[in-house]
Structures are given as structure tokens and as C-alpha cells.
């Protein structure tokens, strides 16, 4: 149990920080270190809490959603306003990212004793990740390829 939240924190803290990172252009070290050093120490702080002196699963919720729809909405503000190739797989993620999130918060017990909402989360996450996976992929070439041209 320890192990699951703590790792979903630690995905969706790291998840945020690149968020940030790559919407924001973040290239500056010293900028780069400002934004990810409160983080961090939010992200390890709330883990140490959750190991070491209360396992609240309703406040590891509220961490977790909170870090979940600040990332959504940072990527959906990034996907409308850049020119991305492959925005179109950034704006599904963000969508369906966002109404699989209700599965977690709006939780339902199994239907028919088969399959309930956190199943149903888990299963929408395979699909999302290889795309997810996909857009990241496309994005470091483009990214790349905006690079070479700066450098011709």
C-alpha cells in the first residue's frame, strides 16, 4: 500500500515537473533548479508523511489529483497555443487523461462483481501511455529538428 501511493506521487510529482520543464521552455539551469527544487522537496515531504507519520489516503488523494489536473491544464494551455505537429495526440492524452482521472475520484464498487473503477482506470492507462509515449517521441524530433535548424 505504502509502495503504491508513494510511486503514484512520485510519477505524478516528475510528471508536473516536465510539464513545467517543456510548456514553460525552461533551458536556463539556474531557472530550471528554482522550479524544480520546491517540488521536489514537496514531493519527497509528503512521501516521508505518508511512510513515517500517517498513511491518509484521502490526503494522498487530494495531493494526487491536485498535481494531476495542474499538469492537465499546463499541457492543455501549451497544446492550444503551440504550433506542435503532434499536438492532436497531446490534446487526447489531456482529455482522456482528465475523464479517466474521474474514475479514480468518482469511484464505483464492481459491476456484476467483475469490473469496477479503479480496473476500468487501469485499463485506460495502457492505451494512453503508448500514446503518450508516441507524442513524446514525436516531440524530441521535432524538437531536435528545430534545433539543427538554428545551428545551420
Request: overall charge positive; aromatic content about 14%.
Amino acid at each position: 500500500e505504502k509502495l503504491d501511493y508513494t510511486s503514484a506521487v512520485a510519477v505524478l510529482g516528475y510528471s508536473l515537473l516536465v510539464s513545467i520543464m517543456r510548456s514553460f521552455n525552461v533551458r536556463d539551469e539556474a531557472a530550471r533548479v528554482m522550479v524544480a527544487a520546491p517540488l521536489l522537496a514537496f514531493i519527497a515531504t509528503h512521501i516521508l508523511y505518508l511512510i513515517n507519520f500517517k498513511m491518509d489516503y484521502g490526503w494522498n488523494m487530494q495531493v494526487c489529483v491536485a498535481m494531476g489536473v495542474a499538469q492537465l491544464l499546463i499541457w492543455a494551455i501549451w497544446a492550444g497555443i503551440t504550433r506542435h505537429p503532434s499536438r492532436w495526440k497531446l490534446w487526447f492524452v489531456v482529455i482522456a487523461g482528465a475523464l479517466a482521472m474521474l474514475l479514480e475520484i468518482y469511484d464505483f464498487p464492481p459491476y456484476q462483481e467483475l469490473v469496477d473503477a479503479h480496473a476500468l482506470w487501469h485499463a485506460t492507462t495502457i492505451p494512453l501511455t503508448c500514446l503518450w509515449w508516441s507524442f513524446i517521441r514525436d516531440d524530441a524530433q521535432y524538437r531536435t529538428s528545430q534545433l539543427m535548424k538554428k545551428v545551420k
